[in-house]
């Protein structure tokens, strides 16, 4: 990397942290730290909800999505609008109205001690390791540009997330992540300009289209009643919808943003903002996946992404065996691709595509093979490169400068969403378990001082996290899997709580437990290929399951 692009990147930094130290300088008491001063606009809120989710993951990983699979994956987002709309009508004039600390603290006036208690702890364990995950994301980047050894690379990391954090609490987290989104969308809308002047001078945009369109990177919508498939509209709509309740009306890191608003209004309209802008902003970075998968039909990529498992086998002869078959291999596809794009006749159309994806299936299996090398020479080696494509295209094609703000837009969004969580880890800590039922009768400074410690821990426990990231395929389908496997019962906790008055604590919270058993139960049977069960369909299980049960249970348990 340049000294330009470090300058550029080191800049932007720099200026978004002091920022937001010079904006939280004054916060001496626990009720700003935890919350602010709940007086952050619409504006402000939504953008700050927006940076909460779009993390480092989102730019690391989304576009490697695309580039293997193409737009399908926005389907995930289709059912995000409905989703706020019923926030804004049910769940917020609740917290509100009851002027709470955490969403959690409505649950023990509604049921008792014990349903709030166990709610919270679940949050902390999916959000404790979400946390990990995108402390892991960033890393990725530093160890691959610098030559650094990863973990070494993840606790640098996450120390200086750890100590921005600890600074300014909340309020820092929010008013330093409406820059941070301002400068992610301004970094994605540039590489996307950049990927489409990179096309080749005979090869138009609308040729590029048709090419993504004909090698299916271009469908959207996929309307098949398929439950095996994990993004459909149908799961979009039901599993979506439930995750994206539970995510913004249950999980305190976005909590915690809207209850720093002006008003219930300020929030209501941050929210609704969120809803709106974030689907087009998830076809953006996917749509520059889509590009960055152009980009490289006409432009050779490397045989396997990740750069520092290709210097384990360089020097061997079946790799140079095997570069020169990919090589081959891309001249034959890129003569057929522009013979797809000159084709007129629908004939002519499908036997160029059939001969594309011949030869797509002939360089994968190439691409196996290497995976096979680098296994035999470090079994402990993680060969899934889909989160290094988008990396690598910055790294390597874009010009010097841009490469330090897009590398800034990276760690902008993991210092966004990494302090939002950690920051929702040390309020819930601090208001619903220490002070609720350890220490009860201190004074303000006490907490306060008890909430950057527990920021400090969570922190250090995330790092932990961080180094058995690598153990998944997809960084970003790992943070949506932890969420649903906890994010159902939680949400079925509060649906009870809002929905069915005549059901009481015991109740929910013997509910809770089984259909917790249960979602772990298929995820496991799903992850050892016993059955076949999409993600999201366990957001809609666990929550079901609790209600029902919980349902049954206020009918047959002894009334006290």
């Not at 995510?247 to 002006?262: A, E, I, P």
């Not at 039909?297 to 078959?325: C, G, M, R, S, V």
């Not at 527990?454 to 998944?472: D, K, R």
């Not at 009870?496 to 249960?518: D, H, L, N, S, Y």
């Amino acid at each position: 990397m340049s000294t330009l692009d470090w300058i550029v990147m080191s800049s932007v930094l720099l200026a978004i942290v002091g920022y937001g130290v010079m904006k939280t300088r004054n916060v001496n008491n626990v009720k700003s730290y935890l919350l602010g001063d709940r007086d952050l606009p619409w504006w402000t809120i939504g953008l700050s909800v927006m940076a909460t989710q779009a993390s480092a993951i989102t730019f690391l990983s989304t576009p490697g999505k695309a580039y293997d699979d193409g737009l399908g994956f926005a389907q995930f987002y289709f059912g995000m609008p409905v989703a706020m709309v019923f926030l804004c009508i049910f769940v917020l004039p609740i917290y509100y109205r009851l002027n709470v600390y955490t969403a959690y603290e409505y649950l023990e006036g509604r049921f008792d001690l014990r349903t709030r208690t166990l709610t919270a702890t679940l949050f902390l364990i999916q959000r404790g390791l979400a946390a990990g995950i995108t402390i892991y994301a960033p890393s990725i980047i530093l160890s691959n540009i610098l030559g650094w050894d990863l973990n070494f690379t993840i606790i640098c990391t996450g120390l200086v997330v750890i100590f921005y954090t600890v600074m300014g609490g909340t309020k820092a987290v929010s008013v330093t992540q409406k820059q941070q989104m301002i400068i992610i969308l301004l970094g994605m809308v540039l590489a996307a300009v950049f990927l489409v002047l990179q096309l080749p001078t005979d090869v138009s945009f609308n040729d590029a289209i048709k090419v993504a369109g004909k090698m299916d990177k271009l469908e959207v919508v996929n309307f098949e009643l398929d439950p095996k498939n994990r993004y459909t509209f149908w799961t979009g709509m039901l599993g979506g919808v439930f995750l994206f309740v539970s995510y913004f009306g249950t999980d305190q890191s976005q909590v915690q943003r809207y209850l720093s608003g002006k008003s219930l209004n300020e929030s209501r309209l941050g929210l609704l903002f969120n809803g709106i802008i974030k689907v087009p902003m998830q076809f953006l970075v996917l749509f520059v996946g889509v590009l960055v998968f152009i980009f490289f039909q006409f432009t050779q990529p490397p045989i396997h992404f990740n750069q520092a498992n290709l210097d384990k086998i360089e020097n061997t002869q079946e790799l140079q065996t095997l570069q020169t078959q990919h090589d081959q291999i891309f001249e034959q596809k890129q003569s057929a691709i522009r013979s797809l794009i000159a084709a007129e006749d629908e004939a002519n159309i499908n036997a160029q595509r059939t001969r594309i994806q011949n030869l797509i299936k002939q360089d994968k299996e190439v691409r196996e093979e290497v995976n096979a090398l680098i296994i035999q020479q470090d079994p402990a080696a993680e060969t899934k490169d889909s989160d290094y494509v988008f990396i690598t295209f910055i790294t390597n094609y874009l010009p010097k400068g841009l490469i330090g703000l897009l590398l800034a837009v990276i760690f902008s969004a993991a210092m966004s969403s990494t302090s939002s969580e950690l920051n929702a880890l040390a309020t819930t800590t601090v208001v619903d378990i220490y002070r609720r039922l350890i220490n009860q009768d201190k004074d303000d400074a006490h907490y306060l001082t008890a909430s950057k410690g527990f920021t400090v821990m969570w922190g250090f426990i995330a790092l932990f996290f961080a180094t058995t990231a690598s153990l998944f395929d997809n960084l970003i389908e790992a943070v949506n899997i932890i969420g649903s496997i906890f994010y159902g019962t939680i949400l079925g906790v509060f649906l009870v709580a809002f929905f069915m008055k005549r059901v009481g604590g015991r109740a929910v919270f013997f509910a809770a437990i089984p259909a917790e058993i249960a979602v772990m139960t298929i995820y496991a049977l799903d992850y050892y290929e016993y059955i076949d069960m999409p993600y999201l369909w366990l957001n809609l299980i666990g929550c079901v399951l609790v209600m029902l049960i919980a349902w049954v249970l206020q009918g047959i348990l002894p009334r006290r």
